[in-house]
């Protein structure tokens, strides 16, 4: 069964360090989401890609963070400089359409 | 606004017991989606189900059931006889009709305890 995938899935950092994660959507999906998952929360979109075109980035930090899925396949999430506040689960989600969303493993960010 | 409330934070079970999880959501589209996922301390968000603003026929899967009733706004999960591999964070969401985008609860603890 195809499967979103995530690396790294766990990052230990710095504070004031660049972080990136990579996503891999399931083949076909044109729709990927970043979404960020704060210890004891539910999960928060912080950006929509419909193939390589953004959709919604409203809740997307962009003075520090960063999206892009340029050949509208694989995704990559930047954080600089990560800030204490950024240690969370960032999960990556793919969807053949605007319906049902599957979900990789996550990567589980620690900034220190 | 859209939102999705999950009043209960931890549910606490003995196995065999029934479980009733409850998500109340709020929205003002007329066409959206609402889902359930189990996210297990591994933390991958497993999806479990899907129900569209239009079908309100209630839905059983094995020993999980769901009741979606518009006219409370309310999507329920129910677990007969619970087991404890059920033991996870349950999540309720909102989908947008026209985006896709979703809105999730803040999460159900369910413990079940042998």
């Known amino acids: ?112 | 606004a859209q939102k999705v409330t999950q009043a209960q934070t931890e549910i606490s079970v003995v196995e065999k017991e029934d479980v009733t999880l409850d998500c109340v959501y709020e929205t003002r589209d007329t066409t959206y989606y609402l889902f359930w996922y189990k996210q297990p301390p591994s933390g991958e968000l497993v999806f479990l189900i899907r129900r569209n603003s239009f079908d309100e026929q209630n839905e059983i899967s094995g020993r999980y059931s769901w009741n979606f009733q518009k006219s409370t706004s309310s999507f329920n999960f129910t677990i007969t006889a619970s087991q404890v591999v059920d033991s996870a964070v349950y999540f309720c969401a909102l989908g947008s009709g026209n985006t896709g985008k979703l809105i999730f609860g803040q999460g159900t603890t369910l413990q079940v305890k042998p």
């Open chain 1, 1 to 112: 069964e195809a499967e979103v995938a995530q690396s790294p899935r766990y990052k230990i950092t710095e504070k004031s360090q660049a972080v990136a994660f990579w996503c891999d959507p399931i083949s076909g999906h044109a729709t990927l989401y970043w979404y960020r998952q704060i210890l004891g929360q539910g999960p928060e979109l912080l950006v929509q890609f419909q193939d390589e075109s953004v959709v919604d980035d409203s809740q997307l930090p962009k003075d520090r963070f960063s999206a892009e899925r340029l050949k509208g396949v694989d995704s990559t999430l930047k954080i600089q400089p990560a800030e204490l506040g950024d240690s969370a689960m960032y999960l990556c989600a793919s969807s053949p359409s605007w319906d049902t969303q599957y979900f990789g493993p996550g990567t589980r960010l620690t900034v220190l």
